[in-house]
């Protein structure tokens, strides 16, 4: 089981940017594609982005399409999101997860999950 | 974009007792390989959400026999043959046929 740990939520300004982190622990953190999934306070779970084990396949919700980017530093073991011009609405716990594939555009398997950070998006 | 509906939105179990929630999709959610994309997630309260069942009916690694799913094309249903004090919690389907992936609405499940 991959440990997965979230880092870099906060309180910011509508309108500001936040970098969310996601730090795995095993070597093999390279081998397998990560998503990004999202869960507004009481509600339920949104599918943000996922990118494939090299990074060279993206995916993106269309509610945050233009707006949010993923990438991954494998020699370093972590998953990003880049989140610009944030909302009100952009305020959730984001969770990353770890798929069971490289590259996943049919099936994409949430095996592993982090702890959460909490972002809060309010002026 | 395919949509996730759940019944009951809410559910109250004795213990011991049978439990049983139902997903359907917007769209089918077999694809040409004969498998039908569907994954069911337990979130415990105050905890992240855990993968229970992939792709309609294959159990997690370290999930107990006591649950078991089936169905195909866009109806399927969770069930826990005997709920545990431990199976409380939003008890979400998802689908990953097709990008973007979705969920339903959570089912929350309490003991009586």
């Known amino acids: 089981q991959e440990q997965l740990v979230e880092s870099g939520g906060g309180v910011v300004q509508p309108g500001t940017s936040l970098r969310l982190s996601c730090a795995g622990s095993?070597?093999?953190?390279?081998?397998?594609?990560m998503h990004w999934v999202r869960q507004a306070p009481g509600k339920g779970l949104e599918w943000m982005g996922t990118?494939?084990?090299?990074?060279?396949?993206?995916y993106y919700a269309a509610s945050v399409k233009g707006r949010f980017t993923v990438s991954r530093d494998n020699s370093k073991k972590t998953l990003y999101l880049q989140m610009n011009s944030l909302r009100p609405e952009d305020t959730a716990v984001y969770y990353c997860?770890?798929?069971?594939?490289?590259?996943?555009?049919?099936?994409?398997?949430?095996?592993?999950w982090g702890q959460g950070t909490l972002v809060t998006v309010s002026s | 974009e395919i949509v996730m509906t759940q019944s009951p939105l809410s559910l109250s179990v004795t213990p011991g007792e049978p439990a049983s929630i139902s997903c359907r999709s917007s769209?089918?959610?077999?694809?040409?390989?004969?498998?039908?994309?569907l994954d069911w997630f337990l979130q415990r309260p105050g905890q992240s959400p855990q993968l229970l069942i992939y792709?309609?009916?294959t159990r997690a690694s370290g999930v107990p026999d006591r649950f078991s799913g089936s169905g195909a094309g866009t109806e399927f249903t969770l069930k826990i043959s005997r709920v545990e004090a431990e199976d409380v919690g939003v008890y979400y389907c998802?689908?990953?046929?097709?990008?973007?992936?979705?969920f339903g609405p959570g089912t929350k499940v309490d003991i009586k």
């Open positions: 997860a770890r798929d069971v594939s490289p590259i996943t555009d049919l099936g994409m398997r949430f095996e592993d």
């Open positions: 095993r070597v093999s953190f390279s081998s397998y594609a």
């Open positions: 990118i494939s084990h090299n990074g060279n396949q993206k």
């Open positions: 769209q089918s959610l077999l694809y040409s390989n004969g498998y039908n994309y």
């Open positions: 792709m309609v009916s």
């Open positions: 998802m689908q990953a046929r097709q990008i973007p992936v979705t």
